[in-house]
């Protein structure tokens, strides 16, 4: 709604005044009255990046980012009833990206969770080889 | 205001223009937070660990950046672009660090994968190790039965073979006449065999003491037929010395005619009754004390 706004002011600012004056009024109202398309795309992306990460189990691990997550796509989904379609793009990118980090998040903590059980066990095997073998520890 | 078109177009057209400069000219800047993302992207690109893993991840995160820190006069887009951006660092972050982790796993588990055989074939030696002390304890205590069953059934077998008897008093073998020339206290060659057997019995069982005791029948007089049982059970004595057999557990006694064992008026009955009787005491330990 703004950028539209300013490129067509911008084109029309070579020939009559006028005309091109009435032209960016009327434009600018139409901008106001026409309802744009809900951003659907971003709403999809949002749910399936939140499915996505509901399914490797993030909420036990990344939760604040999740919970954080499906409130802006909540919140998106008012701002399309409430017709604020630029609002709503932008809440449903951000559910997106926190949706996305949680589940990266949550990726990361497993990964280094299953590193430092193979450590732990595998300290564990050397400090009881040593032991066997009767060597100080 | 914009529908009073007739008269003043000048004006309008004016104030249109100065509607649009006036939303270029105020000063922009960076928007607020985008420097914490920029500052989080450089740190993550400097650790060449991690960047190397994400580049994918971080040039998505460098372009969300870039476009967050344009300055904007919508404030609400610009918070956005910061926010995604933020996000898009710490994403790319997380994807980084989780693969280097994937990367660490494999030299983890090779690692644990050497150690678990390592444990395997100490615990497989100590394994072999107790089996075979087992085994070694199993042979030694059956071996222990054995000796104990072995010795019972050598004691027997020997016993068998000297002929012995047992008695309250200990295992009696008798040596009859026929070890001696009549008269006389010299053993024959044949007694060799006899005694022989008799002292190797003694040297296995060293804890038996031995009575010898020499018996006649009642030829001859009573005094001489005494001295003549003594020097047959010194002779017995002296030959068993002779085979190693200690003096100390040789204890000799001459009994004469007075212990027949067989009437004295037959040729057979006498010649039972000139005999030598060893008596081998019996001890509680009957197995070799080694």
């Avoid at chain 1, 990460?53 to 993030?58: F, H, I, L």
């Avoid at chain 1, 589940?103 to 193979?118: G, L, P, R, T």
């Amino acid at each position: 709604m703004f950028r539209p706004v300013q490129a067509i002011a911008k084109r029309g600012i070579g020939g009559a005044p006028l005309l091109v004056a009435a032209a960016v009024a009327v434009v600018s109202l139409g901008a106001c009255a026409t309802v744009p398309p809900p951003p659907t795309q971003a709403l999809q992306a949002a749910e399936s990046a939140i499915t996505n990460a509901e399914q490797s189990r993030v909420a036990d691990y990344a939760s604040a980012e999740l919970t954080q997550s499906r409130e802006k796509l909540r919140a998106a989904r008012t701002a399309v009833q409430n017709q604020q379609m630029r609002e709503a793009e932008f809440l449903a990118i951000e559910s997106r990206v926190h949706a996305e980090l949680a589940y990266a998040q949550a990726e990361e903590i497993k990964a280094k969770a299953v590193n430092d059980e193979m450590q732990r066990s595998l300290d564990t095997l050397r400090s009881e080889m040593n032991r066997s073998r009767g060597a100080p520890q | 205001m914009n529908i009073q078109i007739g008269s003043a177009s000048k004006g309008i057209l004016l104030a249109t223009g100065v509607l649009l400069i006036s939303a270029c000219a105020t000063p922009l800047m960076a928007p607020e937070g985008a420097d914490t993302a920029r500052t989080k992207l450089v740190a993550l690109q400097s650790e060449a660990q991690l960047a190397n893993l994400a580049p994918v991840e971080i040039r998505d995160a460098a372009t969300a950046v870039a476009a967050a820190e344009e300055p904007r006069k919508d404030t609400a887009y610009a918070r956005h672009l910061v926010l995604v951006a933020d996000h898009k660092v710490d994403i790319a972050r997380a994807r980084a660090q989780s693969r280097l982790y994937q990367d660490q796993r494999q030299a983890l588990s090779e690692q644990s994968e050497r150690a678990r055989l390592e444990a395997r074939t100490m615990e497989a030696d100590r394994a072999r190790l107790d089996a075979r002390s087992a085994r070694a304890d199993a042979e030694s205590a059956r071996m222990g039965a054995d000796a104990a069953r072995q010795d019972m059934l050598a004691l027997q077998r020997q016993i068998d073979e000297l002929n012995a008897r047992e008695t309250d008093h200990g295992l009696v073998v008798t040596l009859g006449d026929l070890l001696f020339a009549t008269g006389s206290a010299e053993l024959t060659g044949g007694a060799g065999p006899n005694l022989n057997k008799l002292a190797n019995f003694l040297q296995e069982y060293p804890d038996r003491t031995v009575l010898i005791e020499g018996h006649t029948d009642s030829v001859g007089s009573e005094s001489s037929n005494f001295l003549l049982s003594q020097r047959r059970a010194d002779s017995v004595k002296a030959y068993l010395v002779r085979q190693g057999v200690s003096a100390d557990r040789l204890a000799t006694s001459g009994l004469g005619q007075g212990s027949p064992v067989a009437g004295n008026d037959t040729a057979t009955g006498r010649q039972q009754n000139r005999r030598v009787e060893v008596v081998i005491s019996n001890v509680a330990s009957s197995a070799r004390s080694n």
